[in-house]
């Protein structure tokens, strides 16, 4: 299985896995994966990265950018049905309609410029000989909880038939525990 990392997860690795991975156990799970080609990182992603929470991914993860997917050569299979889906089924329809068409356009430009655009359109490409299925991993959940035009990311990928899981059941289904090493300052 290839798993695409999302932005959230990389973020959530940072802030609450490394600081208590003693041991480096997840860490170097994570630089193998993606190394191999296992988890894939795509360059959108990375470049969001850069400026979410003060870089903290880019800072902590540096030997990650050397893997980062290109996609400037990626396109979906067909523009079209994706532009249908954009327009039909991966936006809030309530919040699409209370947008002129113009205004519309523009947040549909401006999302295919999004990370969460190229990860839709990898996990659209066919299948290539060497995967037998694609995940994504994000820590996002399908409610929206924001007033964006466009679906969560889990919600897409429900609807195109994806599985989602989260960085810590991606460590467990993978085998991988960590211990975890907590001091008591006070004691």
């Known amino acids: 299985m290839i798993a695409i990392l ?8 940072v802030r609450y896995y490394l600081p208590f991975d003693t041991k480096g156990v997840l860490r170097a799970f994570i630089v193998e994966q993606v190394r191999q080609g296992s988890i894939v990182i795509l360059d959108t992603v990375w470049e969001e990265c ?14 990650l950018q050397e893997f980062v997917e290109d996609t400037t050569s990626l396109f979906p299979p067909s523009q079209r049905k994706l532009s249908n889906l954009l327009d ?11 947008l002129t ?16 655009y190229k990860i839709i359109v990898k996990c659209m490409q066919p299948l290539t000989v060497f995967e037998k299925e694609r995940c994504v991993i994000t820590e996002e959940t399908e ?11 889990p919600a897409i990928m ?3 038939k994806t599985p989602v899981v989260t960085i810590s059941k991606f460590f467990k289904d993978n085998g991988i525990e960590a211990e975890w090493y907590f001091r008591n300052e006070s004691l």
């Open 143 to 153: 409610l929206s909880n924001d007033s964006k035009v466009f679906k969560k990311l």
């Open 88 to 98: 039909d089924n991966f936006c809030v329809k309530f919040k699409k309609n209370k």
């Open 158 to 160: 429900s609807i195109l």
């Open 50 to 63: 850069q400026y979410v929470a003060q870089g903290i991914v880019v800072e902590k993860l540096p030997e």
């Open 101 to 116: 068409e113009e205004e519309f356009i523009s947040q549909k430009q401006e999302y295919m410029k999004s990370a969460d």
């Open 6 to 13: 999302d932005t959230s997860s990389l973020l959530s690795f």
